[in-house]
């Protein structure tokens, strides 16, 4: 897919954001500032990751249509539209990934264009409704999607009350300038750098660094390999802080039917490099000489 820059009205809303948080130089920065950072990156970063991604994208889990909202409504606070448009074009780039119909393959493309250069352009304001028709059925998901601008005002007000103009720049601006580059490192980053553990047709890989930066989400190849599985740190030492939040939110009947990896993707023949060795083994009894026949 060859594609040409051509800036929508929500890139120049995206590029100024980036530039109101230059105004840190003359704000400075306090702990309440940085706190009220964090906290709203932690916040809004689970609303897309156990909310726009595992969720709305996969239905990797479920939960009840109150809690739909408010995941709907978390993750639009971040500033990266609705549930429905996320969804849509998440679950195109799964059908097509590092293809020519991939909306922002790193592969075919090259980095900007799948980190910032898809976001920017006017080419994909619009969704295709039909790959969303399990969500479309509910209009409060349609209303907040249409106007996807109610959370992050709601948001940015919220943090200019808390602390201020300084609040307001360090809570919303910057920490929405990090939840931008840190999901969008997932479909840039994650198809260029790291290691590969299955086969998957495509140039997911997984990376330990972005799994911390993204609460779980660099365990990319995992999530190609097997994307309905809530869990995308397959193994216990693999970090996965969304799939945390969610397990404890279960215990509270919060949400449920959480879906996991099946055991056979988890043993060794089922990995790359699992089947290197089988046929290298394959290999070496190949080339072995057939016994001789016993003389009488």
């Not at 898809?118 to 790959?131: C, G, H, I, T």
């Not at 969303?132 to 007000?157: M, N, R």
């Not at 919220?158 to 969008?184: P, R």
């Not at 969610?246 to 089922?270: G, N």
Request: net charge neutral.
């Amino acid at each position: 897919m060859t594609n040409q820059f051509k800036l929508s009205a929500s890139g120049l809303l995206f590029i100024a954001v980036h530039f109101v948080c230059l105004s840190v130089i003359w704000l400075g920065i306090t702990w309440q500032a940085a706190a009220l950072c964090a906290g709203m990156f932690l916040v809004r970063k689970f609303g897309i990751t156990g909310g726009y991604h595992r969720y709305f994208s996969h239905r990797s889990y479920k939960t009840s249509r109150f809690f739909q909202f408010v995941l709907a409504f978390i993750g639009g606070a971040s500033a990266q539209k609705g549930a429905l448009w996320w969804a849509a074009h998440h679950r195109h780039h799964h059908k097509h990934s590092d293809t020519e119909e991939d909306l922002h393959s790193a592969k075919l493309e090259g980095f900007y264009w799948s980190h910032v250069g898809w976001v920017l352009s006017n080419e994909y304001d619009e969704y295709e409704s039909k790959a969303v028709q399990d969500l479309t059925k509910y209009p409060e998901l349609v209303f907040i999607d249409k106007y996807h601008w109610i959370p992050p005002v709601t948001v940015a007000v919220g943090c200019y009350l808390v602390g201020g103009w300084i609040g307001l720049v360090w809570g919303f601006f910057v920490s929405t300038v990090i939840l931008y580059h840190t999901t969008f490192a997932i479909n840039s980053l994650c198809h260029m750098f790291g290691n590969r553990r299955y086969e998957t047709g495509e140039h997911s890989k997984n990376s330990l660094w972005l799994a911390f930066l993204t609460l779980g989400e660099g365990w990319h190849n995992n999530h190609h390999h097997y994307p309905i599985s809530c869990r995308q740190g397959f193994f216990w030492y693999e970090v996965d802080i969304t799939y945390y939040v969610l397990k404890t939110l279960s215990f509270f009947h919060i949400v449920w039917d959480l879906k996991a990896p099946p055991a056979r993707l988890l043993k060794r023949e089922a990995m790359i490099a699992g089947q290197a060795e089988a046929a290298q083994a394959e290999a070496a009894t190949a080339s072995e000489p057939e016994p001789a026949l016993a003389s009488r």
